[in-house]
């Protein structure tokens, strides 16, 4: 159904019969399976149907450790739309095209406001705790007024391009932001980024934007430190051990 991009096939409004949703089982066992279309639960829901989403480097490691038994729900980055909301919910409507981040939060309480999302009190995972993962045709977003960011563009005027674009957003893409945040880039400063995967890249665009003067990336794929390079980095040291 998905790769490390994909988008999910057409399919009726929420709250029909089932839909397809990944399903880890153990090492290296992963299926795609029917299960129950999501509906909203608690007033504060939104149920999204996911036009795009990814796989996370984190789900590497259970894909390669995970002891074999009850399925386990994949996927924490998506982008969609959403189709049904809870009585509560204000920020969002049927109709909107919205970016998920790969945790839910109210957006309100102590640890939100410090900053800290994932610690949120009334937050989550995806996959745990009755929440389907994002690896899906549709999904519940519990807190959709604290987790749900609208695009403020209507789906189809998003392009490819700007799909995959816009879903770096719900997750890898904060994470290098976050690495160039807790380094305390400032405007003017010498910037070193370590790795020249995907948050690695990430943190390159995120010291950019954030007034880095010299950006050194440290990488050995060249394709990589090229693409480093057109996102900002100055300078590239591809050498390690002793040289």
């Not at 839910?104 to 996959?127: I, L, M, P, Q, W």
């Not at 893409?173 to 880039?185: E, F, P």
């Not at 400063?189 to 390159?204: C, E, F, K, P």
Request: glycine letters at 14%; charged letters at 20%.
């Amino acid at each position: 159904m998905m790769n490390q991009v994909g988008r999910a096939p057409d399919r009726p409004q929420t709250g029909g019969d089932d839909v397809r949703a990944t399903i880890m089982y153990g090492a290296g066992d992963v299926r795609v399976e029917e299960v129950p279309d999501p509906t909203i639960v608690e007033p504060t829901d939104a149920v999204v149907r996911v036009v795009r989403a990814c796989v996370c480097g984190s789900d590497l490691h259970p894909y390669r450790s995970l002891p074999a038994g009850r399925g386990r729900p994949m996927g924490h980055e998506m982008i969609g739309v959403v189709d049904a909301v809870g009585s509560d919910v204000t920020t969002v409507a049927p109709g909107d095209f919205v970016i998920a981040p790969f945790t839910y939060s109210d957006n309100a309480c102590t640890f939100c406001r410090e900053g800290v999302h994932t610690s949120c009190k009334h937050g989550g995972y995806y996959g745990s705790n009755g929440v389907g993962g994002a690896q899906a045709e549709a999904v519940r977003i519990p807190q959709a007024d604290g987790t749900l960011v609208k695009t403020g563009i209507p789906l189809e005027d998003a392009d490819d391009a700007m799909l995959a674009s816009l879903l770096t957003l719900s997750d890898v893409y904060l994470t290098g932001y976050h690495a160039a945040h807790m380094g305390r880039v400032r405007p003017g400063q010498i910037v070193t980024v370590v790795g020249d995967g995907a948050v690695g890249l990430s943190a390159v665009l995120a010291a950019r934007e954030l007034g880095a003067e010299r950006i050194i990336l440290m990488g050995r794929h060249q394709a990589r430190t090229d693409l480093g390079r057109e996102f900002g980095a100055t300078d590239v040291v591809a050498e390690r051990g002793d040289e």
